[in-house]
């Protein structure tokens, strides 16, 4: 079953072909096998898995309707709760926290007949762009374990391109679920902000956290969706609104769609392989009916710098609560101050200390206006930029990345490279779009990724284009060998 998709998978349940149980089994055992080399997991649920698997048999056996994701294994990123086990979002601090409830969106794939195989890896309370902040473990990319696979969701990406899993649940922040998908070769979407219930979500900035899918395909991806999308009474953000089906996306062409390219996306210091990658997708594309147009979105350039205020602001808000009292590890035996400063001077990673640092002064006193209030300001502008750009254009696209993967600690001790890791991806966390990410080409043996980002809720139009985009291309289908 190693890089079958979850639609061949559930139909092979479906038939008979395979069990439920088979499959749990051989991924368990695959998982075992690949992932000392890879570091994707955390834990895996052999149990609870394997009593799941069995369910759906029973179901098959009775004669049941089989639901949508029947015996397809799943993995979920480390920040989302899974009742009964640790769900820690790789933090020192929440090493020892055992969710006392399921997210929706595990309820939903629950309910969807998915089993729910492990947790993953990630960076420290997401913060982070490469996945070597965990408090836990470092991932490496599967196509060269000498390489990041990406962040914060760099866990379920790289357990997805290794063939250890079909689906994985990752969440986007500034990039985190399009990133590693492009710099693991594989599929990764953030669905328009509120498409997806965040409810048991460990949450880091709550106006631009979204959980999404990887998959290897886009039809994967959008199965996916379906199945975690929608209003939820928990999360008062979240919408309901129609999406594609998988089944819709049979045919899908660039035929009549107006695809814009913004200047903006193609700057100095990036990888001139990547570029040359995406200009011939592009020219794909073109060639297949897409009407290409160039575009300008001129406040992209602070969408970056907006993302560093607004992120930092909001995540130190959000990581205050675990201090040792009320969440997070506790220190013993000390006054109340210093049991604060203990807890979460041990409890966070250096990049959380210095979100943490820079959110709280940019929120206090005579700093809110010049620096957060500002930041608000350059958001509504910039969402206002890209509701006149859909007007003109269907879709736009562009590179997922900058850079295929670099080696493992070369931007580790510089944050600012770090940074500009995401900057093709914040500008849609900003702004609240829609954004997938798929496999454009390879550099070096490394992969490289094309975004589509769509109007607000069009998540349909750029399923669309990354399907039609798909079909027309297999680098979708190449599995890495690891180094």
């Known amino acids: 079953m190693a890089y079958k ?20 089994t051989e991924t368990l055992a695959r998982i075992k096998d690949r992932d000392e080399k890879i570091g994707a997991f955390l834990e895996t649920f052999d149990e609870e898995a394997l009593e ?17 994701l029947a015996g397809v294994p799943v993995a979920v990123k480390d920040n989302m709760l899974v009742k009964g086990h640790i769900a820690s979002a790789c933090s020192g601090i929440l090493a020892e926290h055992v969710a006392a409830y399921d997210a929706t969106v595990v309820t939903r794939l629950r309910e969807a007949g998915a089993v729910i195989i492990g947790r993953t890896n990630m960076d420290d309370a997401a913060m982070g762009s490469s996945t070597e902040t965990s408090y836990w473990q470092k991932t490496k990319n599967p196509w060269d374990v000498t390489r990041v696979p990406g962040g914060s969701s760099g866990g379920p990406a790289a357990a997805v391109a290794s063939g250890m899993v079909p689906l994985s649940l990752g969440s986007d922040t500034g990039g985190s679920v399009r990133q590693p998908a492009s710099l693991c070769g ?26 999404g899918p990887f998959a290897t395909t886009v ?11 929608g209003a939820d009474p928990m999360d008062a953000t979240s919408v309901d609104a129609d999406v594609m089906t998988h089944e819709g996306l049979v045919g899908a062409s660039f035929e009549g769609l107006r695809v814009g390219v913004p200047k903006e996306y193609f700057i100095d210091g990036m990888d001139p392989a990547v570029e040359k990658a995406v200009r011939e997708a592009i020219d794909l594309m073109k060639e297949n009916g897409a ?39 506790r220190a013993e035996g000390l006054p109340l101050l210093d049991s604060y400063r203990k807890a979460r001077g041990e409890g966070f990673g250096t990049e959380v200390k210095r979100r943490i640092m820079l959110g709280t002064y940019i929120l206090s006193a005579g700093y809110y206006d010049a620096f957060y209030k500002k930041s608000l300001a350059v958001r509504s502008a910039l969402m206002d930029e890209m509701k006149s750009t859909f007007k003109d254009v ?11 993967a670099w080696p493992l600690g070369e931007k580790f001790d510089d944050p600012i490279a770090m940074y ?41 139009k750029i399923l669309q284009a990354a399907a039609a985009y798909q079909s027309l291309t297999d680098w979708h289908t190449k599995e890495p060998g690891t180094k």
């Open 5 to 24: 998709t979850a639609i061949e998978i559930r139909d092979a349940v479906a038939s008979g072909e395979a069990t439920a149980v088979e499959v749990v």
């Open 52 to 68: 799941a698997a069995k369910r759906i048999d029973e179901m098959k056996a009775a004669g049941e309707s089989l639901p949508r």
């Open 186 to 211: 594989v599929v990764g979407m953030k669905p328009t902000y509120g498409k997806v219930s965040r409810y048991g979500l460990i949450a880091m900035a709550s106006s631009l956290d979204q959980i």
């Open 219 to 229: 039809e994967d991806a959008t199965l996916l969706l379906e199945v975690i999308e």
């Open 291 to 329: 009407e290409i147009v160039d575009i300008s979105i001129p406040l992209t350039e602070y969408a970056l710098p907006a993302y560093y205020i607004i992120q930092p602001a909001e995540a130190s808000s959000n990581v205050a609560r675990y201090d040792g009292i009320r969440y997070g590890k």
């Open 394 to 404: 269907d879709v736009i696209v562009g590179p997922t990345s900058p850079s295929v």
């Open 420 to 460: 500009l890791a995401d900057i093709f991806t914040c500008p849609a966390n900003i702004t609240g779009n829609p954004g997938i990410s798929v496999p454009c080409g390879m550099s070096d043996g490394l992969p490289i990724g094309l975004q589509f980002i769509g109007g607000h809720f069009k998540d349909a």
